[in-house]
């Protein structure tokens, strides 16, 4: 079966609470209808690639 994967950024503004909360629910690494999740971070990952890809271009 062929593994496919989903990134997902929230926005939010300094001293939030979720993102601590959503960061430790995802450490539990539960299946959840059958998704497991493979990595969490609490930087926009997104922005970072494609700075990078700016910078090699």
Excluded: C, W
């Amino acid at each position: 079966m062929t593994k496919k994967y989903i990134t997902a950024v929230f926005e939010y503004e300094e001293g939030e609470e979720f993102p601590a909360q959503i960061a430790a629910a995802f450490a539990k690494n539960e299946a959840f209808h059958g998704v497991k999740i493979t990595a969490v971070s609490l930087e926009d990952e997104i922005t970072r690639v494609e700075q990078l890809e700016e910078q090699l271009a």
